[in-house]
């Protein structure tokens, strides 16, 4: 694998400028530390949609191989705030989401954790569940534990769809990847990129394959 050009202390500095230039965080809530172009961020943020943001951020810089997010979520004084009413609200998100089969999908909160359960059709409906709870109020942090059930696929049929969606998005950056489809719909994705935002458009086109029930991510970023 080709390693960044890249000092650890250059991609240090990039990731505090693209926290500076992010709006919706303060790079002062935020610690930086790199180690071989793996970023490791730490500090303390009042909502999960924060370390998200931040998260992301530091993936936008080129050179960044890996991100590991330590960012404690402290959710400020908010007495109002309960379990109660996180459940309620991640109830009415996913509701009101119509790219979601609301029905089919439970949510248990402790303590401002949600856990997503449930069985849906497409891995999209399974990805669009998670984004509509990631931002509301009072939620620490989500694990989605949703399944998706198996469809009867032609793995060659929907390894030549995927492959003509990777030219058709992603141009130069579908040179080169592997596409490996099981008959469950399972894929699995290899090869190199030039960054880790690559790396998402290529998972992120994917995903939203009809027949795909989930995307193991191999890619190596160079």
């Known amino acids: 694998m080709l390693r960044s050009t890249k000092s650890d202390s250059e991609i240090q500095r990039q990731v505090l400028d693209e926290l500076k230039w992010d709006t919706r965080i303060k790079a002062t809530e935020v610690g930086v530390e790199v180690d071989h172009g793996t970023v490791t961020l730490t500090g303390t943020v009042d909502s999960y949609a924060k370390k998200l943001v931040a ?3 530091a993936h936008l810089v080129r050179g960044v191989l890996d991100v590991a997010n330590d960012i404690q979520v402290r959710l400020p004084g908010t007495p109002g705030i309960t379990d109660t009413d996180v459940a309620h609200a991640v109830r009415s998100a996913i509701e009101w989401t119509t790219l979601v089969p609301s029905e089919l999908i439970q949510s248990t909160v402790s303590s401002g954790w949600v856990t997503l359960t449930g069985a849906v059709d497409y891995y999209s409906q399974r990805y669009d569940a998670e984004r509509a709870i990631q931002n509301l109020a009072g939620v620490k942090g989500v694990t989605n534990a949703i399944t998706v059930k198996p469809a009867s696929v032609r793995p060659q049929n929907l390894k ?47 995903r939203f394959a009809p027949g795909v029930r989930s995307v193991e991510n191999h890619l190596t970023v160079d």
């Open 55 to 57: 998260q992301k951020a």
């Open 160 to 206: 030549r769809r995927i492959e003509e969606t990777l030219a058709r998005r992603v141009h130069r950056e579908a040179r080169g990847i592997g596409v490996e489809v099981h008959e469950t719909g399972d894929v699995t994705v290899s090869g190199h990129v030039p960054t880790s935002a690559d790396a998402r458009a290529i998972v992120g086109a994917i």
